[in-house]
């Protein structure tokens, strides 16, 4: 399968998975369905050329469906209809944690053991193919575009992390970023290295364009420092200088994190931003460390180095003042971080800012984005890579709901109406 997506055209390879799902497994269709930006819906994508068609695209909301299932539980569902009706199984497509979306295909009967760790294995195998084929094509942008961007959201996106989770033996990271009305600035990242995890989450001052280019160059800074080798105060001390020089009336704030693969020991830099929250043993505490002076603040100045108490099954939670503006104060932060301590920092880094988003009517002052980290430990890995983890289990069939209307033989994918 690898070797055929490779030799197609990047907008072709899903169509390779499609064929070779039919021709092995009988599948009367095939569909490949990618999360959107929001994580509220999923979108049908697929075949080359369609792109230039102009049918809107088919924009599934995911609340209640089997979709949200599947992604929430990253369990597969099977469903089979009444006598001489077709099965369908819907599977994640997931890459270390990151949900890309949703492999759906129509059988003619119900899967057996071996056919559910065959489309396990596939679904796996397509979130490779999807990455590796992402940078060619902006077919997979396309189809995460279900509402316009505006320029500074389009250029606020492009600041993030390609993969917005990330899970590795000693950890589980995940952030999340809801845009205001206006985009106001606000950027996370992380990145794994050999030895350690390292996280930012930064926030521009100011709205719209003037916020998004001010983020560029906190951001730019912060990575060209991080992968020149440099630690976390020259990190700082870089993204400090660049906005000073070459932004005379911005400042951008942030946190910097930095933690050990080997021994678990943190390091931290509080650039101006707000404290962060730690759950241990069921109780959340505010960590309040020393702050110091925002990134491009006048006159020049130095960070401090600090530590973190970070132990293994403790989850924290790196936010920017957007999930504590006014209309987010009716909610109470703590006691949702505590309600949500058994999902994944996935799962639990989308419904903190769904809450956010719910307690403003839709519509944010200033942007909310938060990171949810969960510490595993040098010694504790929880991480599964066996596609065919719990593929079989009878807990994941449901016989009750209907195929949906508007799926087709081969991936679809459709053209929105206006501009993007």
Not at 115 to 125: F, L, N, P, V, Y
Not at 197 to 202: A, E
Not at 215 to 237: F, M, N
Request: aromatic residues 4%.
């Amino acid at each position: 399968m690898l070797e055929a997506a490779e030799a197609a055209p990047p907008v072709e390879s899903l169509d390779v998975v499609a064929r070779i799902l039919r021709d092995r497994l009988g599948a009367v269709a095939v569909s490949f369905l990618i999360a959107d930006f929001t994580g509220s819906s999923v979108v049908r994508l697929g075949a080359a050329g369609s792109v230039e068609t102009d049918e809107r695209a088919r924009r599934i909301p995911l609340a209640g469906s089997v979709y949200d299932d599947v992604i929430r539980t990253q369990r597969p569902v099977v469903e089979t209809g009444g006598r001489g009706a077709q099965t369908r199984v819907v599977a994640p497509v997931t890459n270390r944690g990151d949900a890309i979306g949703l492999l759906e295909l129509f059988l003619p009967g119900p899967p057996n053991a071996e056919m559910m760790q065959e489309i396990g294995e596939t679904a796996h195998a397509l979130a490779y193919i999807v990455i590796v084929n992402r940078p060619f094509t902006d077919l997979y942008q396309w189809g995460r575009r279900t509402l316009p961007l505006s320029l500074a959201a389009e250029i606020q996106h492009r600041l993030l992390p390609s993969s917005l989770t990330c899970e590795a033996a000693q950890f589980a990271v995940s952030g999340a970023l809801e845009p205001a009305d206006h985009v106001g600035g606000d950027t996370f990242d992380y990145v794994l290295d050999r030895d350690t995890v390292q996280l930012s989450i930064t926030d521009a001052m100011g709205h719209d364009v003037k916020a998004a280019l001010l983020a560029t160059l906190a951001v730019g800074a912060l990575r060209r420092a991080r992968r020149a080798g440099a630690d976390l105060l020259e990190q700082a001390g870089q993204a400090d200088q660049a906005i000073r020089e070459h932004h005379q009336r911005g400042y951008v704030t942030g946190q910097l994190l930095r933690i050990s693969l080997r021994d678990g020991g943190t390091e931290f830099v509080n650039a101006g931003h707000p404290w962060p929250l730690r759950l241990r043993d069921g109780q959340v505490q505010q960590i309040t460390p020393k702050i110091d002076l925002p990134f491009g603040v006048k006159p020049p100045h130095t960070y401090r180095l600090q530590r973190l108490d970070l132990r293994p099954g403790d989850r924290l939670v790196m936010l920017s003042d957007g999930m504590l503006e006014r209309n987010a104060k009716a909610m109470d932060l703590p006691d949702l971080i505590v309600d949500t301590r058994t999902l994944h920092p996935r799962e639990a880094a989308r419904t903190l800012i769904g809450a956010v988003v719910d307690a403003s009517q839709g519509h944010l002052k200033d942007d909310a984005t938060v990171i949810c980290l969960d510490w595993h430990g040098t010694g504790n890995s929880q991480r599964n890579a066996d596609t065919g983890a719990n593929l079989t289990d009878a807990s994941s069939v449901s016989p009750t709901r209907p195929a949906p209307d508007g799926y087709r033989n081969s991936f679809a994918v459709h053209r929105p109406s206006g501009r993007w």
